[in-house]
């Protein structure tokens, strides 16, 4: 493992969902190095599920919590939340908690509008928040997630 557990917690991800999530792609969007203020991509990844297509920004936080300034792509995010077929959101392995959620961002944006300054685990508990624990194998470090079952959650 590398001393970036985000870029890990990236590369496993897109192992994870290659492996699992069958007939699809996933398409990892180049970090942008122009240096132009405001310039920024949507997230992370682009993927393809006949027929729906997801952006996801991954993250990986030491605690429980994942406030908004760790989400820089958030705006960009909520332009694309209304589109048809497409399903926008924050995929945050918690890792001392050994667990990996999914936040659409239609959540987060409630989670703002109520002047609340980040995401906590303890939302997977209440109805009021759409949010979705990913089930997955523990491993040494990381978590073999299965992203069929957010496939399934998304289209449930």
Known sequence: MSKNRGKDFEARFRKNWLETVQDSFCYRIPDQMSGFKGSSNVGDFICYKHPYMYIFD?????????????????DKM?????????????????????????IPIRTLEKIKNEDKKSFNIKMLDDSEYECFSIPGKKLRTFIDTDYSELVGYCHG
């Open 58 to 74: 991954c993250k990986s936080k030491k605690g429980g919590t994942l406030p908004f300034s760790d989400i820089r792509q958030y």
């Open 78 to 102: 909520l332009e694309y939340k209304n589109i048809l077929g497409v399903h926008v959101g924050v995929i945050c392995w918690f890792y001392e908690k050994d667990l990996v959620v999914y």
